[in-house]
Nanobody
């Protein structure tokens, strides 16, 4: 059974940091793009970041560039999202995803999804 299990969310003050993890199991994801999406209350799910299977390319939505860093450990089938300088606008449920999308931000082209982890940034 293929599973993505996200963790690391929590409550943090503005300017703080969190590191999200997503452990994949059930098959190897070493050839898949791994990504993070988020969904705030009342809003649609939006793309945050993604990384290629070879780790030589990463892509970020403009609002997190310079603050968030995505990385992955293929040996451990795990993807990470280091989030620094957090803002209240970053408050959302964060989802990890895996697949072979034709575009990094095409959520519908990711085949596997984690259950989501809540990130809350207080002002």
């Amino acid at each position: 059974q293929v599973q993505l299990v996200g963790s690391g969310g929590g409550l943090v003050q503005t300017g703080g940091s969190l590191r999200l993890s997503c452990a994949a199991s059930g098959r190897t994801f070493s050839r898949d793009v791994m990504g993070w999406f988020r969904q705030a209350p009342g809003k649609e799910r939006e793309f945050v970041a993604a990384i290629s299977w070879s780790r030589d390319r990463a892509y970020y939505t403009d609002s997190v560039k310079g603050r968030f860093t995505i990385s992955r450990d293929n040996a451990e089938n795990t993807v990470y999202l280091q989030m620094n300088s957090l803002k209240p606008d970053d408050t959302a449920v964060y989802y990890c995803a895996a697949g072979q999308p034709t575009r990094w931000d095409y959520a519908y082209e990711y085949n596997y999804w984690g259950q989501g982890t809540q990130v809350t940034v207080s002002s």
